[in-house]
């Protein structure tokens, strides 16, 4: 008996509705494979590839002989939609690949899951819809996501089982591309899993959606000990918070359960699950700091040495949310309170970065933030500042969502404003958020001597700086920006209204199956 041939795919990006689009460049610049450099980089000890992508390679590696026919697979930085006409190109070249390899036994899909384009509001969907349709209905289709996936019912449909990420801060990618190799194993075996997908009329903030903690935990701590007690019956529970910034119809908490071979269990349990995450509707709600209030309590935090040292959010401007990453409202602020021993990051400036590489470590000059033009929300900002190291932006992570992932940013520079004992800005070519404590220890800048961290992410960075801000010592700032977490300042076009938060008067009627 031949092995089995598993074909190999993604293409990762979650769409903020209110940034630019996504280009083809943008994809390239970032993550792009094909072919054999796409199994290379799988089977790398350190790539840039999603780790779900590699995990299972590397699992399918070790359980058993098998064939991989990797197609393409792309990933981009959260941005705006994507161009249609990338995505267009990538679903034909995807379709000619697969047929110029011949049949295949199964295909796995590692996709985010919040993508839209510029033309159409469901790619993950119509990508899987395809497959499915390339594949065989015989074949199996297993699909990763991670759990801020928008969900529709047409990827369902053409979806054997999907597994989304369980953790947030997102560290359990591995393990999810583990599960999808062992399933894809037992269903090559035989099984054939039933699955039920309930959509909540619930879409909360991002800083709402933490696992360790919150109604978002509950949900999924809820779901993962009752698939203990099925006995195997269930496979797996699948419950994706949704991001609320795609701004579509199928936005929304999103239930699926996978029964071994029934789908009465993964009904059940499915509908249970949401009637527990809707009568606890209210929790998905959270305060944030006002700038002022931030700008303050860094000068506390600095004036006693004997307080625990402190981390920020710049909730607004979160890049792993489609923000643009270089927002100025809390840096300003920070600079004209004079605060001290302040490390912030990381400012997304291309432009001012290069700058600094011209001018040489030690130089002393006028940083001029934005000079290639304002935004709504990114606003021009000078201040007087020191170049204090250079690097070329290349790193391995350490800790969190990057750990062991290749991390490229691009020309880099730490600038320090206020002198030796003010901020130290460090300064991007590629737009990411600040999630691991890399993105300043290579400049040589240890954590633990600064007295306030500010980091452009929305809630990664708990994962990567939890050694030195346990959740006692972070606070959510009210920035203003594309990723704000005060949902009522946007003009939502497509959301599936009424819905909560938005609409206190949201109601949900559990389905009559």
Known sequence: MSPPRIALLGIMLESNAFAPPATEADFRRHYYREGEALLADARAPVSAMPAEMAAFVQAMDATGPWEPVPLLFANNP?????????????????GAMLAEAGPVDGVFIANHGAMTTTETLDPDGEIVARLRALAGPDAPVIVTHDLHANLSERLVEAADILIGYTTNPHVDMRQRGD???????????????????IRLPLTPPSVTLLTAEGPYADMIQHGQRRMR???????????????????????????????????????????????????????????LMPVEAAAALALETAAEPARPAIIFADAGDNPGGGGEGRTTWLLKALVEAGAQRVYYGSFFDPALALEAHELGEGAEFEAVFNREGDTEFSKGFRAPARVLR??????????????????????????????????????????????????????????ADARVVCVKSRGHFRAGFMPWFPPSQVFEVDTAGLTSPVLDRFRWQRLPRPVYPLDEDAEWTPPDW
């Open 78 to 94: 959260p941005w705006g939609p994507a161009e249609w006409p990338f995505i267009a190109g990538c679903l034909e070249r995807i």
């Open 179 to 197: 599960e999808a190799a062992f399933a894809m194993r037992k269903m090559l075996a035989g099984m054939r899993p039933k699955s039920a997908f």
């Open 229 to 287: 007690e099925s006995g195997g019956e269930i496979i797996n529970v699948t419950i994706l918070g949704g991001f609320v910034f795609s701004d579509t119809p199928k936005n929304g908490i999103a239930i699926v359960v996978t029964a071994r071979e029934d789908e009465v269990p993964a009904r059940a349990l499915a509908r249970e699950i949401a009637e527990y995450g809707w009568s606890m509707r209210e929790r998905f709600r959270r305060e």
């Open 390 to 447: 250079l690097t070329d932006g290349r790193f391995v992570g350490r800790l969190g969502i990057y750990r062991d992932r290749l991390v490229e940013l691009g020309p880099s520079a730490a600038l320090q404003i206020g002198g030796p004992e003010g901020i130290t800005v460090i300064v991007i070519g590629a737009r990411h958020q600040t999630a691991d404590p890399m993105f300043f220890e290579s400049f040589g800048l240890d954590i």
